[in-house]
């Protein structure tokens, strides 16, 4: 049984970006593992009284977590122990206790440990940019390849290590078919893409988008009502979520690209 291992930054990151290979995986009767660096702490607060939930966010964050991770086939699932750095710019950005913040050394540590626990075949994290530029999906970027240098040097690497992107291709895609509102709140600016040029694996998760996005639903403190997101039509939806993209980072292809299966050439 091979182990697919992603490192994540808060809870709900998980289920949109890598849902659907991770319920793939487990179909396929991989084993999947879940590292998450914050419990989110800082994130908005919707369907919720947010005076009350506020001091316990990462509680009910966790909790959120744990009922996705079920949706999603998660046989483990750890937290690195970092707070939610918040955005550049923001107090919380400043907090010592942030995964932002901590020591670059500690954090791969720290993610070393369970990597030499699980020796995963394939490992999942974010590309350089942190997709949208959060300093914790950064931070996450950073602390998985410094916890790989290091087990590299013990006599170990996975098979292969995958980020998961956004072509830029894709991305216009998307811009095109958004309502107005989506397009004023400036999404676009945020989320650049990664040239398609890079783009190297494409996972077809068409039959999965509705457990995607029940999964992402469980982060019931996440979802707002209102939203352009919550709003869109299916099929906009289906075209934003039904592919899921990947940039192989360490290893070698496992067929032609672009690969259809992390698991390519792994078994």
């Given at each position: 049984m091979s182990t697919l291992?992603?490192?994540?930054?808060?809870?709900?990151d998980e289920a949109i970006s890598t849902g659907g290979v991770m319920m793939k995986a487990r179909a396929a009767g991989h084993r999947v593992v879940l590292v998450t660096g914050t419990r989110g702490e800082v994130g908005e607060i919707y369907n919720m009284d947010e005076?009350?939930?506020?001091?316990?966010?990462?509680?009910?964050?966790?909790?959120?977590?744990e009922n996705a991770s079920r949706l999603l086939g998660v046989n483990r699932g750890e937290f690195l122990g970092y707070r939610d750095s918040g955005m550049v710019g923001t107090a919380d950005n400043e907090n010592p206790k942030s995964f932002h913040r901590a020591s670059l050394g500690e954090a791969a540590q720290r993610l070393a440990a369970i990597l030499r626990e699980e020796k995963p075949e394939v490992v999942v994290t974010y590309a350089a940019d942190g997709t949208y530029?959060?300093?914790?999906?950064?931070?996450?970027?950073?602390?998985?390849n410094a916890a790989l240098d290091l087990l590299e040097k013990e006599g170990w690497r996975?098979?292969?290590?995958?980020?998961?992107v956004i072509p830029r291709s894709a991305m216009k895609a998307f811009m095109e078919q958004l309502p107005d509102e989506a397009r004023r709140d400036n999404i676009g600016s945020r989320i650049q893409g990664t040239p398609d040029e890079l783009i190297t694996t494409k996972v077809d998760v068409s039959d999965l988008v509705d457990r995607k996005?029940?999964?992402?639903?469980?982060h019931v403190s996440q979802n707002d009502p209102n939203s352009w997101f919550a709003t869109i039509t299916d099929q906009i939806y289906r075209l934003a979520f039904g592919?899921?993209?990947?940039?192989?980072?360490?290893?070698?292809?496992?067929?032609?690209?672009p690969e259809t299966d992390l698991f390519a050439g792994v078994g």
């Open positions: 291992l992603l490192v994540h930054a808060h809870p709900d005076q009350s939930i506020r001091p316990r966010l990462g509680e009910v964050r966790t909790n959120e977590l530029g959060h300093p914790d999906h950064i931070k996450a970027h950073q602390a998985t996975p098979r292969k290590l995958y980020y998961t996005r029940g999964a992402f639903a469980a592919t899921e993209y990947y940039q192989l980072a360490r290893g070698k292809p496992g067929s032609e690209l």
